[in-house]
Protein backbone atom coordinates (compact mmCIF):
# COMPACT_ATOMS: atom_id res chain seq x y z
CA UNK A 1 0.00 0.00 0.00
CA UNK A 2 1.27 3.18 -1.06
CA UNK A 3 2.94 5.86 2.31
CA UNK A 4 0.92 8.49 1.77
CA UNK A 5 -2.61 6.55 1.52
CA UNK A 6 -1.76 4.38 4.63
CA UNK A 7 -1.32 7.61 6.71
CA UNK A 8 -4.15 9.18 5.42
CA UNK A 9 -6.10 6.11 7.12
CA UNK A 10 -4.13 6.08 10.26
CA UNK A 11 -4.79 9.39 10.58
CA UNK A 12 -8.33 8.72 9.73
CA UNK A 13 -8.59 6.17 12.42
CA UNK A 14 -7.06 8.27 15.03
CA UNK A 15 -9.59 11.04 14.51
CA UNK A 16 -12.72 8.66 14.96
CA UNK A 17 -11.53 7.44 18.37
CA UNK A 18 -10.24 10.36 19.39
CA UNK A 19 -13.48 12.25 18.33
CA UNK A 20 -15.52 9.44 19.99
CA UNK A 21 -14.21 9.74 23.16
CA UNK A 22 -14.47 13.58 23.17
CA UNK A 23 -17.83 13.67 22.51
CA UNK A 24 -18.63 10.86 25.15
CA UNK A 25 -16.38 12.70 27.55
CA UNK A 26 -18.50 15.79 26.80
CA UNK A 27 -21.79 14.79 26.95
CA UNK A 28 -21.01 12.76 30.26
CA UNK A 29 -19.38 15.84 31.77
CA UNK A 30 -23.38 17.74 30.52
CA UNK A 31 -25.04 14.88 32.04
CA UNK A 32 -23.40 14.70 35.22
CA UNK A 33 -23.79 18.79 35.41
CA UNK A 34 -27.88 18.48 34.82
CA UNK A 35 -26.88 20.63 31.43
CA UNK A 36 -29.67 21.10 29.03
CA UNK A 37 -29.65 21.29 25.29
CA UNK A 38 -31.62 23.22 23.06
CA UNK A 39 -33.55 21.19 20.58
CA UNK A 40 -31.49 23.52 18.06
CA UNK A 41 -28.19 22.74 19.31
CA UNK A 42 -29.97 18.89 19.27
CA UNK A 43 -30.59 19.20 15.93
CA UNK A 44 -27.28 21.24 14.67
CA UNK A 45 -25.30 18.33 16.24
CA UNK A 46 -27.15 16.08 14.39
CA UNK A 47 -26.65 17.71 10.89
CA UNK A 48 -22.63 17.76 11.85
CA UNK A 49 -22.37 14.12 13.20
CA UNK A 50 -24.42 13.44 9.49
CA UNK A 51 -22.10 15.45 7.33
CA UNK A 52 -19.14 14.02 8.99
CA UNK A 53 -20.30 10.44 9.51
CA UNK A 54 -21.74 9.50 5.93
CA UNK A 55 -18.09 10.40 4.29
CA UNK A 56 -16.36 8.66 7.70
CA UNK A 57 -18.23 5.90 6.92
CA UNK A 58 -17.76 5.43 3.37
CA UNK A 59 -13.99 4.71 3.74
CA UNK A 60 -14.80 2.17 7.17
CA UNK A 61 -13.89 -0.72 4.76
CA UNK A 62 -10.60 0.90 3.56
CA UNK A 63 -9.50 1.44 7.29
CA UNK A 64 -10.49 -1.92 8.63
CA UNK A 65 -9.44 -4.11 5.91
CA UNK A 66 -6.11 -5.16 4.00
CA UNK A 67 -6.63 -5.70 0.67
CA UNK A 68 -5.62 -8.86 0.06
CA UNK A 69 -7.97 -11.13 1.67
CA UNK A 70 -11.82 -11.53 0.25
CA UNK A 71 -13.20 -13.19 3.15
CA UNK A 72 -11.92 -10.83 5.79
CA UNK A 73 -14.13 -8.44 3.67
CA UNK A 74 -17.11 -10.18 3.06
CA UNK A 75 -16.88 -10.70 6.93
CA UNK A 76 -16.77 -7.55 8.17
CA UNK A 77 -19.23 -6.18 5.46
CA UNK A 78 -21.92 -8.82 6.66
CA UNK A 79 -21.17 -7.53 10.42
CA UNK A 80 -20.90 -4.08 9.91
CA UNK A 81 -24.08 -4.41 7.56
CA UNK A 82 -26.11 -6.26 10.58
CA UNK A 83 -24.70 -3.57 13.20
CA UNK A 84 -26.36 -0.97 10.87
CA UNK A 85 -30.00 -2.65 11.24
CA UNK A 86 -29.45 -3.36 14.63
CA UNK A 87 -28.74 0.34 15.24
CA UNK A 88 -31.66 0.98 12.76
CA UNK A 89 -34.34 -1.36 14.32
CA UNK A 90 -32.91 -0.02 18.26
CA UNK A 91 -33.29 3.65 16.80
CA UNK A 92 -37.01 2.62 15.67
CA UNK A 93 -38.33 0.74 18.75
CA UNK A 94 -36.85 2.99 21.47
CA UNK A 95 -36.45 6.75 19.74
CA UNK A 96 -38.50 8.00 22.71
CA UNK A 97 -36.60 7.25 25.45
CA UNK A 98 -34.34 9.79 26.12
CA UNK A 99 -37.44 12.12 25.64
CA UNK A 100 -39.27 10.51 28.65
CA UNK A 101 -36.00 10.93 31.36
Do not use: C
Request: hydrophobic letters at 60%; zero cysteines; aromatic letters at 8%.
Amino acid sequence: MNQTLSQIYQGSARFSRITAAAAILLFAGLQVTNFEITMKAQVLLAVIALAIGIPHGAIDHLITIPRDSRARFILFVTIYTLVAVIAALAIAKWNLVGFQL
